[in-house]
């Protein structure tokens, strides 16, 4: 799970003491929320997994987590039309993440009839704000920073994907008129086509790891040169493991941890301190550094894509509305006592 890792090395660069040295405090405070999203995933494909439920809690049980759906509520993802989005209302304390609560008192929500795709959708940073106000300042800021870096990171998986498409031989010409299907389905769509259903879907999934590894290395060299900090599988296990498993059940801690270990190739080049042999070297791995701008670029793009969206169902409500007329004007016509010719008269 690289991309886990490179959220805990983005955040401890966000986490440093006034005179520009790590802030560890800082870091244990905060990294439980940064990594929430993707370990409590995992607890809920374990929960539902658990053949020692009864029927009753399996009926209680949330219809996203039943559905294998929680990847969508947990990263709060637009639908592919863009006008809605999945959320849920993450409890304060993790430790109460039990399966007492999955089957009495979540609050979670995915927007239904939603493809399957080998990448996810892009994340509603003010989905999370409304229904998660009520967190505590480092829970709410760990999960949001996760959140932003996800974006972030989307958007150079889809452009280095429509990169790689054309270098191989394929464009992929984006229709923002199309309301049913994302600019991400249309890629996925573009990639199927291409290479076959599931040729195509390993690729994107090779891109976007490929990617966060690469995020990997970028964020341990940025560590290294600007904290003086050196990033192996100790300083995870002191700053991330000792963390979390205090934080959050241990099942779930070690659950999650297990994933966040870092490639042999990717240490090898920390160790020599190879940071600029990316797997993907096209990339322009800037993107890490500059998130806000990222996310207020996406926006812009999400709000022309309702816009276009919400006019397609503007000329689709005065067509029916048209329709509606028409009917009207002759019922109204024959309630006048005007003959109307029937197809049986027609044809005598």
Known sequence: MSITIEHALGYALECRNSDGSFDAEKFKRGITGVLRPDVERGF????NNDPNRTQEEKNATPDPVKNGTTRKALHFEYAQDGKSSSWIKFENDMRNLTPELVKNRMEMFTTPNQEASPLGEPSDINAFKEHNAHLDKDMYNGILFHLEQDSANDLAVRQYAMDYAKRD????????????????????????????KEAGDAKLREIANSIAQDGVLYYAGAM???LGVHVDQSW???NVYNTIRNTMPLEIADGGYKYMQIADDVQNKIDRGAFDQFKTPDVDLDFFDHREELIDEFDN????????????REEERREEERRETIDN?????????????????FER
């Open 44 to 47: 809920y494909i374990a929960y």
């Open 169 to 196: 031989g394929f464009d992929i010409p984006l229709n923002l008129n199309d309301a049913s299907h994302s600019v991400t389905q249309q890629i996925v769509s573009a990639y199927e086509d291409h290479y076959g």
């Open 224 to 226: 290294e040169s600007e």
């Open 236 to 238: 995870l296990e002191e």
């Open 301 to 312: 793009g999400m709000d022309l894509y309702r816009t276009l969206a919400e006019e397609d």
């Open 329 to 345: 004007r002759f019922d109204a016509d024959r309630d006048d006592g005007l003959e109307l010719v029937s197809d049986d008269d």
